[in-house]
């Protein structure tokens, strides 16, 4: 099983910025990626973002598209999430998350979850 802490997380004003960090350990069989959900209170579960095996972005929400950028580090096992021209309606907790390589990125699909960093957006 792969463990996921999250860090970068908080309180900004609306139009500010904020940096996600997700490191992963433990031992893996397998290539796999990693990327982000997030979750407000009676909501679904929303992908955000994930990078390929490599590090390179593969996905982006269409409702961060433009103001997010996730990137990775494959030898460092990180993956990081650049949160520009936040929003009050990107508040959520954040989920880092991995997913075997080649698997579409639906919830089921991932093996692991962090324990999930708020961030906070005001108006």
């Known amino acids: 099983q792969v463990q996921l802490v999250e860090s970068g997380g908080g309180l900004v004003q609306a139009g500010g910025s904020l940096r996600l960090s997700c490191a992963a350990s433990?031992?893996?069989?397998?290539?796999?990626?990693m990327g982000w959900f997030r979750q407000t209170p009676g909501k679904e579960r929303e992908f955000v973002a994930a990078?390929?095996?490599?590090?390179?972005?593969?996905y982006y929400a269409e409702s961060v598209k433009g103001r997010f950028t996730i990137s990775g580090d494959n030898v460092k096992k990180t993956v990081y999430l650049q949160m520009n021209s936040l929003k009050p309606e990107d508040t959520a907790v954040y989920y880092c998350?991995?997913?075997?390589?080649?698997?579409?990125?639906?919830?089921?699909?991932?093996?692991?979850w962090g324990q999930g960093i708020q961030v906070t957006v005001s108006s």
């Open positions: 433990g031992r893996f069989v397998s290539r796999y990626t």
């Open positions: 998350a991995t997913t075997p390589d080649g698997r579409p990125w639906y919830e089921r699909n991932v093996d692991s």
């Open positions: 990078v390929t095996w490599s590090g390179d972005p593969l």
